[in-house]
């Protein structure tokens, strides 16, 4: 096998496993007055181990976000939107990755690796003592 075929079946294998850790699904949710509520219990897929997450669509949004939950407990929102030429980036296990130029995020929207300089955006989320994540759309970090 030469090196081309090797790199593009490489390509491939990693394409498939990274489409695997990632969310499959968008859930489609309505905002109440400019907040999304989405109860832990409805979500299971929140609760995996290492921190889980839900790529969701507010209704009347221009695109999905994605809700991580991080190994310490704590409950964040992104946007996936690529802060270096605005491609979209892929969750994969551990961290964003943009399939355009390759930038990559941690999974709490920090940049680890360039071309990109700034953070994902993030929209401030909380966790209520009863297992609701709040969600405000109508402002972004």
């Known amino acids: 096998m030469d090196r081309r075929r090797f790199v593009e ?62 190994e310490s407990g704590e409950a964040l929102t992104v946007s996936p939107v690529c802060k270096h030429l605005g491609c979209i980036v892929e969750l994969n296990a551990q961290e964003f990755v943009c399939p355009c130029h390759g930038s990559r995020y941690a999974r709490n929207g920090a940049v680890r690796k360039g071309p990109t300089q700034l953070p994902l955006d993030r929209f401030p989320t909380r966790m209520t003592e009863d297992g609701v994540i709040e969600i405000d759309l109508r402002m972004s970090s």
């Open 9 to 70: 079946s490489g390509t491939l294998a990693l394409a498939g496993i990274l489409v695997g850790c990632a969310p499959r699904f968008t859930t489609i949710v309505t905002p109440d007055h400019g907040r999304v509520r989405l109860l832990l219990r409805n979500h299971p897929e929140l609760s995996r181990p290492g921190g889980g997450a839900i790529r969701i669509l507010p209704e009347g949004a221009a695109g999905p976000l994605y809700v991580v939950m991080l």
